[in-house]
DNA sequence: CCAGAGTGCTCATACGTATGAACGTGCAGC
DNA sequence: GCTGCACGTTCATACGTATGAGCACTCTGG
């Protein structure tokens, strides 16, 4: 009932055992056609497989990526968050013939997930790993740099010392031509609408959205711009009597709040106000945003090419990526009003 | 920049690789504590941690849990046919401290996904793993189970010959009870809308469904029983002037499909005919067809349960696994109309 | 008829860990 | 002062594979 190994096979074929391991991974140079059938047909008969683990050991070399989050993944997949990007993952890896782990074994009673428990990083089972979801644990990320684990981060992560390698959708231009497409539209006075996340996606929106303003000379007044994410009633109010004509939102979220503020004020989206989400909307049926959209899909694909490539020349230095993020039209922008202009 | 060994670890602490070894997992029964403080700060120093190929080589131990769907996992989830599922195999094996091996690299050019390939089975890599999926192969399920690989599969499946240990959603009693409780709401005469799928859970469908039947001497007249699935234009007319009072389908989609035709000859659910489905129907907000909940995510855990007993128990029988379905009430039962009575 | 090259295969070893057996030391008991 | 035992540690080995080096043999060309 034990699984047979190549010696067992090498019996039967009256071998040695390292012809049949030549035989089986491919290092046929030197063994004829003859010999290579008696081989093939006893492993057939016994019903060889290799094992893994002892590959593994000697080759340091799986075809087994990871994937790990800082979070349970299907929970959250639901909603969209992971799964347009477990999707490019799963795709690209049966592409190019890689089995995925789904790091879960690392859970803690918080339902926050550890990369290193007592001691040991479960991650290097794997070639290598993609790490995501919003609640990156930076030690850990700067921990397995310096271990000189492989992995590439979805998404954008700054840690002290560890030049992390990451797939990054490009916030930066797409907040700035987001602005940019506002302004040629004729809208010179902004205002940001911020959600109070400290991430860097964030950071980059915010940083977009400003050079744009800088550069076209354009006119902010943000509450959040300075940091208070709330809409408050005075922002509102502000907002209403205001020189703004079009607000730039972190989320679709904020937007939403905002539309229910402005209609209790009696004003509409987008006739008195411009608004544009720097997110991507989904495809849920209500509003439809002016947005971004995320290619999460390729991104997830470009993450397992990151790594692959990082396996196969492992001198280069490792580099991020940034993946440039379409702007889609909806029905919440359109021309200043007149009565403001 | 190489991974430190357990001799690296020892050479650094003074010590023997086997004194490391057991003060790294655990065996310290007679490791006097000054040692184990030596020997656990030459571990932090160097960084060392566990190699798991070589852990797993020496074990035969992995903890790793493999999923082996026949179809791409991903695509499929969104529609909500496997994600239940995984949400409990996820959930399960975080609690118990597995990780998870989702097999992508068996995929082949026809978008179907095998299990062994030229001879190779990916899935020794893992310790044990559940099989789902729609399109599982038989063949290849009987090959994996002569070689006494550990699995088990979701959904029954009968191979011949070999004896699949399964998580089994209980279809015929479902079946049985939707038959008797529409009995009891005073229905006599009852149709069957027959997919025409050939497969084990809708085989119980109708074992079910006859069962109660004949137990408490119903009348069918059911074109679908006799295995023709489609809704002829003279079924509808029989249905229409014959004395059936309810419907049983085994699909959402027969039963709307069904509501349809009742429609053009302007009949309604229920107030004409009663309809149950033997599926569950989602969240989607049109009918709320009266049918039945595979608990799915449960089905997740338990399949997770049942392979680490078997892998506890290895010499135990493995035993396949009913689990209950319940049914829910909808908007399409009522009691029969009085023109039929 | 010998040097040299090529062919078909095997030997030996390393990968990193876990663990039963064994070893040496110190100490209590008689 | 010898026996026996507990303690702390190391020895040696096995897990299954891949691969460079090496061996025996055959063939070719000069």
């Known amino acids: 009932m034990k699984a047979p190994r190549q010696s067992d096979v090498a019996r039967l074929a009256g071998v040695s055992q390292s012809a049949v391991s030549r035989v089986v991974s491919g290092d046929i140079d030197r063994i004829p056609a003859e010999t290579q059938e008696r081989i093939r047909a006893a492993v057939k008969e016994l019903g060889y497989v290799p094992n893994a683990a002892a590959r593994n050991l000697r080759n340091k070399r799986n075809r087994l990526l990871g994937v790990h989050t800082f979070e349970a993944v299907f929970p959250h997949a639901r909603d969209d968050f992971y799964f347009e990007f477990l999707l490019g993952i799963e795709e690209r890896a049966e592409e190019i013939g890689y089995d995925l782990v789904l790091f879960t074994s690392t859970g803690t009673s918080d339902g926050r997930r550890r990369i290193y428990r007592d001691g040991t990083n479960r991650l290097n089972l794997a070639d290598g790993t993609v790490l995501l979801g919003a609640a990156t644990d930076r030690e850990e990320l700067a921990r397995l740099w310096h271990d000189g684990y492989l992995f590439v981060h979805i998404g954008r992560r700054e840690v002290a010392g560890a030049e992390i390698p990451c797939i990054i959708p490009d916030y930066v231009s797409a907040a700035d031509r987001l602005v940019t497409s506002l302004a ?35 006119h902010d007044r943000s509450p959040g711009f300075r940091g208070e994410p709330e809409l408050t009633e005075e922002w509102l109010v502000g907002m209403a009597s205001g020189p703004e004509t079009a607000v730039v939102a972190e989320t679709i979220g904020l937007a939403e709040q905002l539309r229910i503020g402005l209609a209790a004020r009696g004003l509409s989206i987008p006739a008195d106000l411009s608004v544009a989400v720097l997110e991507g909307s989904g495809d849920e049926s209500g509003q439809r945003w002016d947005c971004l959209v995320v290619p999460r899909k390729e991104i997830g694909r470009l993450a397992i090419d990151a790594l692959v490539a990082r396996m196969e020349n492992p001198d280069e230095e490792p580099v991020s990526r940034l993946v440039a993020c379409e702007l889609v039209a909806g029905e919440t922008v359109a021309v200043p009003p007149q009565s403001k202009e």
């Open 184 to 218: 040629e539209r004729g809208h010179r006075h902004f205002a940001y609408l911020h959600s109070g996340i400290e991430q860097e996606a964030y950071a980059d929106r915010r940083a977009g959205y400003r050079n744009a303003i800088e550069r076209l000379g354009l």
